[in-house]
């Protein structure tokens, strides 16, 4: 166990649609990163967050959007929900500070399916 | 061209033998990380060893290690005594930079197979 959650594990949903997908850090952990792994693509870098502050975007389409709250807990918005947008949505986090390692942790992954 | 290349296609290893899954990078940053991460067919990612740029020596996590060659640049993963549990894909990632809140930039992965 990673202490990285994510939730739903599961999630199917018909185009057209939006859905949220929901990460709560390790403990401690001030940066949150997304990732998308398709069969295609393989793991993509989405956004990353520090302290509540977006500090990076990778290939995310405009219909996706991302923040991070107070608490640290981070929500991935996926709307306007195409069939190649299923995929393994990964969020996964790290002190972020500099000094070492810096290692992100993954949380198990939410599974979206689109109909 | 490909920040990170693991070529072998799927790889077969017989328990109790060592098996060295292989991963190159293309970086022009002097400082950068690059980290080992197994994703079992349960689909969770499971982080196993990390190599800093400027490490002297080659780093080591129970039946892990990693055999970096900074000049070849590469950083093969080399599994010891392979467990049934060891059957998985496994992927080389990149962190460019010299700190921290950086991206991962993966591989495409390889598939490793224990046989009994």
């Known amino acids: 166990d990673s202490g990285v959650t994510q939730t739903p594990k599961h999630l199917i949903t018909a185009t057209g649609q939006r859905v949220t997908l929901r990460c709560s850090p390790r403990?401690?952990?001030?940066?949150v990163y997304w990732y998308q792994q398709s069969l295609d693509q393989g793991l993509q870098f989405l956004i990353h967050?520090?302290?509540?502050?977006?500090?990076a975007k990778g290939n995310i389409l405009e219909r996706f959007s991302a923040q991070q709250f107070p608490d640290l807990h981070s929500e991935l918005n996926l709307s306007s929900l195409e069939l190649g947008d299923s995929a393994l949505y990964f969020c996964?986090?790290?002190?972020?500070?500099?000094?070492?390692?810096?290692?992100?942790?993954f949380g198990p992954g939410t599974r979206l399916t689109v109909l | 061209a490909q920040k990170i290349t693991q070529t072998q296609p799927g790889m077969f290893v017989q328990e109790k033998e060592a098996v060295t899954l292989d991963c190159t990078y293309d970086?022009?940053?002097?400082?950068?990380?690059l980290f080992w991460y197994k994703q079992p067919s349960s689909g969770e990612m499971i982080f196993l060893i990390y190599?800093?740029?400027?490490?002297?020596q080659n780093a080591t996590e129970g039946r892990y290690s990693l055999n970096f060659q900074k000049a070849r640049k590469s950083a093969n993963l080399v599994i010891s005594a392979s467990q049934l549990g060891d059957s998985a894909m496994y992927f080389c990632a990149m962190r460019e930079g010299p700190g921290a809140n950086s991206k991962l930039t993966f591989g495409k992965g390889i598939t490793l197979s224990v046989r009994p």
């Open positions: 190599q800093g740029s400027y490490d002297q």
């Open positions: 967050y520090y302290n509540g502050e977006e500090r």
């Open positions: 996964a986090s790290s002190v972020g500070l500099a000094g070492g390692s810096d290692t992100q942790y």
């Open positions: 970086t022009s940053d002097p400082s950068y990380g």
């Open positions: 403990s401690g952990d001030l940066s």
